[in-house]
């Protein structure tokens, strides 16, 4: 049996895993845990959005690992609250659970609060079709 994890933990899990991979170097792989179902996931995500990646700021490394943040601009906001635009942070190093988004290309994204702002990354992917979350935010 598969043990839930507090929605609390899962917030802090990301910023957490970040820094604790620059501590471990680059031979860390990233590791995720799908969630048990859509409902729960979007339960413990702030904001979901399907959105466009309008621009990509890449900073300066933290820790030794490398972030982004991007501008999303909103096709459709599934959960959350409702704006044109999203200025959201993320890992750029795949092997650290860090993602790279495109300009021009639409993505779906769920994201959490942490340190006063909002991430993503590998784990927080869509794991399941986008009317399950939608049903699920119906539901809530």
């Known amino acids: 049996m598969q043990r839930r994890l507090r929605p609390w933990f899962r917030l802090l899990a990301f910023p957490a895993a970040l820094g604790a991979a620059a501590l471990a170097g680059a031979a860390l792989a990233c590791s995720c845990v799908r969630p048990d179902s859509a409902a729960d996931q979007l339960q413990d995500a702030e904001l979901m959005i399907v959105a466009t990646a309008a621009e990509v700021r890449r900073l300066p ?8 943040d991007t501008r999303f601009t909103v096709t459709r906001t599934i959960k959350g609250e409702v704006r044109r635009n999203w200025w959201i942070r993320h890992g750029r190093d795949s092997p650290m659970c860090g993602v790279e988004f495109r300009p021009g290309q639409e993505y779906v994204i769920l994201a959490h609060r942490a340190e006063g702002r909002l991430w993503t990354g590998l784990c927080s992917r869509a794991w399941f079709p986008i009317e399950e979350y939608e049903r699920a935010a119906a539901e809530s």
Do not use: K, N
């Open 61 to 68: 490394a933290e820790d030794g690992v490398r972030l982004a």
